[in-house]
């Protein structure tokens, strides 16, 4: 009975802390529209990128802050800035060139972008869950992650859901190349900024 309210709280906590990864993961979707094995690789890096989230808050809670000091969460936002500026560059490219196989191969979304951007994007997770597992028991800790787990896939069918609805699949499809990484880049700055990395 004691995990019960665990597992609620974990839901709770969840959802505020994720809830903009729809909007990237819809992205992604929109992104990967068409190519074969978008699904199972856009799930697998959010796993790949939230188990990192966790396990990095984690170790944080059990005192290895010394490895990963507050101070550093913020410069997570160079990835989905550089990823961002990566993504306009090819997009650029594409813009000029009139091949239409470079195009259908420029869409590929890889299983490291997405962990990348999830765990970039998962600073404001590590610094709710840190305090959060200080607070509660190893049995507590144990039911938020495995509540934690269970909605990620949750989170990658809502976003997939989202993005193949027809009115919102027709908008991403028009404009998901300056849509994704202007995100990317806005996403990636927010975080710098937020954060007060490099004295802003």
């Known amino acids: 009975m004691y995990l019960i309210p665990s597992i609620l709280q974990a839901i709770g906590l969840f959802m505020a802390t994720n809830i903009d990864d729809i909007i990237v993961l819809s992205l992604f979707f929109a992104r990967g529209a068409g190519q074969r094995g978008t699904t199972a690789r856009i799930l697998a890096g959010q796993y790949l990128g939230f188990g990192g989230i966790l396990a990095t808050a984690v170790l944080v809670a059990l005192g290895a802050g010394v490895f990963l000091p507050p101070q550093a969460i913020p410069y997570f936002g160079l990835i989905p800035l550089f990823l961002g500026l990566w993504a306009a560059w090819r997009a650029w490219r594409a813009a000029d060139d009139d091949d239409d196989d470079a195009k259908v191969a420029g869409k590929n979304v890889g299983v490291l972008t997405v962990a990348a951007v ?36 949750v989170l990658v069918v809502l976003a997939k859901f989202i993005a193949t609805r027809r009115p919102i699949a027709e908008v991403l ?21 937020e954060g ?5």
Request: proline share 5%.
């Open 118 to 153: 999830t765990f970039a994007n998962g600073g404001d997770n590590i610094g709710v869950y840190v305090p959060v597992f200080l607070s509660v028991g190893p049995t507590a800790v144990v039911a938020y992650c495995i509540a934690f787990l269970a909605l990620v896939a």
């Open 173 to 193: 499809e028009r404009w998901e190349h300056i849509l994704f990484p202007l995100v990317l880049i806005g996403l990636g700055v927010f975080i710098l900024v």
């Open 196 to 200: 007060g990395a490099f004295g802003l």
